[in-house]
Each structure stands twice: as structure tokens, then as C-alpha cells.
């Protein structure tokens, strides 16, 4: 049972990422806003179906419409913030290597910060 916390503040690590999922399908884009709403209010206690870890600190908000399915890839930084590091609509079952390698890299430099 999900306990509700504080309100996580949630950005972007660049606006072209908030732009990418800006431009996704209203299906999924409509679920992204829900999902980001459960994370706001429930940070670290969100899991699936919503988020689901990668291990090291990232992971993925799951969003999906009639039109298919989005990933967000996100991590928890200092003061209980969000950054939405990469984001792409998933055409595969498994989530390809390169953009978690992407996800992982700008996670680094926001970490490092």
C-alpha cells in the first residue's frame, strides 16, 4: 500500500526531453501526466506498474496509450528531486542497451553536480 509523502518537484535534464515526451501520442502523453502525478505525490514508494527500477539509482515511469508504449527514464537527487534524464516511445519488448546507456551518462552528470 502506497503511503502518500511530501510533494516530489519533478524536471527535466533538458528541454528537449520535456519536448520528446511533449510530442508522444495523447494516449500516452495522457498517461505520462498521470503517472508523473502518483510520483509527485508518492516518490520512492511508486512501483509497478507505474515505475519500475534498473538498479544504481535509475528508473523508468511506464506510460502506454492505445497507440503504444512511452519510457521515462528518471533518478532521485539531493533535496528529494526528480530528473527526467531520457525519454522515447519503446519499440521493442525490452528496453534497448543504448538508451539506458544515454539515461545512465546524463544521470552521472547530474549526480556529480
Known sequence: MLTSSC???VE????????EIENWPVGILADYA???????????????????????????LRPRGREGVGRALYCYVKDRRVIILHAFIKKTRATPAH???IARRR?????DV
Open 12 to 19: 527535466y535534464f533538458q528541454i528537449r526531453v520535456q519536448k
Open 107 to 111: 544521470m552521472k552528470e547530474v549526480k
Open 7 to 9: 510533494a516530489v518537484p
Open 99 to 101: 538508451e539506458l546507456a
Open 34 to 60: 498521470r503517472i508523473v502525478e502518483l510520483l509527485m505525490e508518492f516518490g520512492p514508494d511508486l512501483r509497478m506498474p507505474h515505475s519500475r527500477a534498473f538498479g544504481g539509482g535509475l528508473f523508468e
